[in-house]
């Protein structure tokens, strides 16, 4: 095994570990405490919305991750496949930070009718924006070059 196919291997296998265990296991699980914790309380809903629309453009983004390592792989990192890879990528990192900026601005209206304190879940939601958009700028950086060298690239 080169070392190529084995750190792809390895990037693969976190990426699947990555999406197991948030959207199999994390987002069910605290759905079903949250549930438990309050039954019949119908104020949660906006916030089950927010984090199923996260949890399925996080998958979407996770498999395009795997394609793309699938494409450097088999050697084809410099092609329109890619590209496209990255560009879903993007579009799934700004429907993530639609979702988490959702869900804070229902928090934040939701602190203001029940005198709850929202603090703790809007500073994480916050953290959310900061590594998606430093997640988003790296795939815009990556993006670049591969779109330049596209189309510098003599057409066959």
Do not use: H
């Amino acid at each position: 095994m080169n070392v190529k196919l084995g750190s792809t291997f390895f990037l693969k296998a976190v990426v699947c570990l990555i999406g197991i265990a948030v959207c199999i296991y994390w987002l069910p699980e605290a759905a079903r405490r949250d549930a438990i914790v309050r039954p019949g309380d119908y104020s949660l809903y906006p916030l089950l919305v927010c984090a199923y629309g996260l949890c399925i453009t996080f998958s979407v983004a996770l498999y395009q991750v795997f394609k793309l390592l699938t494409y450097i792989e088999k050697n084809n990192a410099f092609s329109e496949l890619s590209l496209q890879s990255l560009k879903v990528i993007k579009k799934c990192a700004f429907s993530v930070l639609f979702f988490i900026l959702l869900a804070i601005v229902y928090l934040r209206v939701r602190a203001q009718f029940t005198g709850d304190d929202a603090a703790g879940p809007i500073s994480l939601g916050l953290m959310g924006i900061l590594a998606t958009s430093i997640i988003t700028a790296i795939v815009d950086t990556l993006q670049k070059p591969l779109r330049s060298f596209l189309e510098l690239k003599p057409q066959e």
